[in-house]
């Protein structure tokens, strides 16, 4: 059973920083994609970004290109998105998600995806 906690969330100001973690446990993470989705309040759950198990291999949402960088430590099993000059409209809760299977796959479909962590809240303020 994998298990994924997100944390360092919080408030922050246009034109800050933050920096969310996601801690894994239970499978080789090394071997699987690790990805980064949104969901804002009345709205669906969307993709932000994904890395390779080897993180040679990035990609964004446009909306958060150029702002938002994803890596990760596998040593620490750990996958980071760090979110620089964050916009209100970044608002939103942050989960991390790991897919079913190992290799490429569809990596913005939320079902390609076998688990997910609790969340993490990130407010924007103006």
């Known amino acids: 059973q994998v298990h994924l906690v997100e944390s360092g969330g919080g408030l922050v100001q246009t034109g800050g920083s933050l920096r969310l973690s996601c801690a894994a446990s239970?499978?080789?993470?090394?071997?699987?994609?690790m990805a980064w989705f949104r969901q804002a309040p009345g709205k669906e759950r969307e993709f932000v970004s994904v890395?390779?198990?080897?993180?040679?291999?990035?990609y964004y949402a446009d909306t958060v290109k150029g702002r938002f960088t994803v890596s990760r430590d596998n040593a620490k099993n750990t996958v980071f998105l760090q979110m620089n000059s964050p916009k209100p409209e970044d608002t939103a809760i942050y989960y991390c998600?790991?897919?079913?299977?190992?290799?490429?796959?569809?990596?913005?479909?939320?079902?390609?995806?076998?688990?997910w962590g609790q969340g993490t809240q990130v407010t924007v303020s103006s």
């Open positions: 998600a790991q897919p079913r299977r190992t290799g490429t796959y569809a990596y913005r479909q939320i079902n390609e995806y076998e688990y």
């Open positions: 239970g499978r080789t993470f090394s071997s699987y994609y």
């Open positions: 890395i390779s198990g080897g993180g040679n291999f990035r």
